[in-house]
């Protein structure tokens, strides 16, 4: 975890979530309310991603997840859903220098097969080459469903103990873990959800066991660097006891302590 006072311009210090995960809501609001095409509102919606990627990495965040398409989200018109796979596609070229030179990871979650093809060359080929970056890992959920990821590590749970690899006796929360198609991701710390909507939308329900939840009103395409910034004070200010009592907590834990101001 880095330290945010270092960050210039940013009005506090204390922890940083090493696993922010966001639920980018609202991009078809946003247009509407500007009496734009949904498709205007997910293209702004391009940039949101552009500016927090950009932040996150800047105050060290080691892993970002962004719901950028659920499995769900296939049955939106097929003018909708087309727009976009493109935007996805130009979000993967046009991103491919500043990934790669600003040390970032990109993997993806969920069913990557229903991408079009050409989608899942751009996306596989910026894995590849992008897979020894260790500044941050940028996660990108597509055609992912909480459900389906759990039914999936449990498949692969029966199948290994089917198969003599796995012993019924050793299926623990580690072992379950490791099957899951999220099975890299570290358990996420801050879960951020925009527009006002207060779900979780079968995103990630493994990891988000203890995570904070914040729920920012502004609608995707609205945030940006200071609307970040407010939800990780947001979550600077909670006391996280994963099921113990306050007084147990170790002595720089405890709700405030994290918040100094530097201003
Ligand atoms: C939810 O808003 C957003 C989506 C379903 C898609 C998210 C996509 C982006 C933010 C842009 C592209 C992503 C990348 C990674 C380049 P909504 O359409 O459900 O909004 P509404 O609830 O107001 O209708």
Not at 29 to 41: D, F, K, M
Request: charged share 25%; aromatic share 8%; glycine share 8%.
């Amino acid at each position: 975890m880095g330290d945010i006072g270092q960050t210039e311009g940013y009005p506090s210090a204390g922890r940083i979530p090493g696993h922010v995960a966001i639920i980018m809501d609202g991009n078809g609001r946003w247009a509407s309310q500007r009496g734009l095409p949904r498709t205007e509102g997910h293209n702004a919606g391009a940039e949101s991603v552009r500016a927090i990627v950009r932040t996150a990495r800047r105050i060290g965040v080691k892993f970002l997840t962004l719901f950028a398409f659920s499995d769900q989200n296939w049955d939106r018109p097929n003018q909708e859903v087309g727009a976009l796979m493109e935007l996805l596609y130009r979000y993967v070229l046009g991103e491919y220098d500043e990934i790669l030179q600003n040390n970032i990871r990109l993997t993806a979650a969920g069913n990557l097969d229903r991408l079009p093809g050409v989608v899942q060359q751009a996306l596989q080929e910026l894995i590849r080459r992008s897979r020894k970056n260790e500044q941050m890992t940028l996660c990108l959920a597509l055609s992912y469903g909480g459900h389906a990821d759990l039914v999936a590590g449990a498949r692969r749970v029966a199948e290994d103990v089917q198969s003599g690899r796995l012993l019924l006796a050793d299926i623990n929360a580690e072992a379950f873990e490791s099957r899951l198609l999220t099975a890299e991701l570290p358990p996420v710390d801050l879960l951020i959800r925009t527009s006002g909507e207060q779900r979780l939308s079968d995103f990630l329900p493994w990891h988000l066991a203890y995570a904070e939840l914040v729920f920012a009103s502004v609608m995707w395409p609205e945030f940006r660097e200071p609307q970040f910034y407010e939800a990780i004070e947001t979550y600077q200010a909670r006391e996280r006891r994963y099921g113990k009592t306050s007084e147990q907590l170790p002595s720089e834990n405890p709700r405030g302590a994290q918040l100094r101001a530097v201003k």
